[in-house]
């Protein structure tokens, strides 16, 4: 007979690394409804652990553990045919702030949050009003 190992021992584990985030943003992409879903995926998706000291002081943040996620670019809803393309629209999911999240929330996957920083990101790029947002993402029921 195995015994199961010692539940206090957490040697072997670890956090979950950047690609893990990608790959549950990625899911949260491809599960969107038909008309976002293409559209979604002309967003590029960054993952980085935080948020540089410029993009904090640009949103007026000290703590790096404020800030899940962010989009850059020029929303759909703004955008021209005329405007010259300098950088494909991107958003930004930060691994330490959705972590760190994560474990003080205890309630919720980790997919299910990084899906909601992910639309919340998404509604910027879309224009997406409020009613958009929970219809897609039935985060606060």
Avoid: C, N
């Avoid at 038909?34 to 640009?58: C, G, N, W």
């Avoid at 790096?64 to 809803?77: A, C, K, N, S």
């Avoid at 949050?113 to 897609?136: R, T």
Wanted: glycine share 4%.
């Amino acid at each position: 007979m195995t015994l199961p190992p010692d539940p206090r021992d957490w040697t072997a584990l670890t956090a979950p690394d950047a690609a893990t985030i990608e790959r549950l943003a990625m899911e949260a992409v491809l599960a969107l409804p038909d008309p976002y879903r293409a559209a979604a995926q002309a967003v590029a998706l960054r993952i980085e652990e935080f948020a540089d000291d410029e993009t904090l002081a640009a949103l007026d943040l000290t703590d790096p553990f404020e800030l899940t996620g962010m989009y850059d670019g020029i929303p759909l809803t703004e955008k021209s045919v005329m405007d010259q393309v300098l950088q494909p629209d991107a958003i930004w999911l930060y691994r330490r702030p959705i972590l760190d999240e994560w474990a003080d929330r205890g309630d919720i996957p980790l997919g299910a949050l990084v899906a909601h920083v992910l639309v919340h990101e998404l509604a910027h790029h879309f224009g997406w009003s409020d009613e958009d947002i929970a219809a897609i993402d039935p985060w606060w029921e």
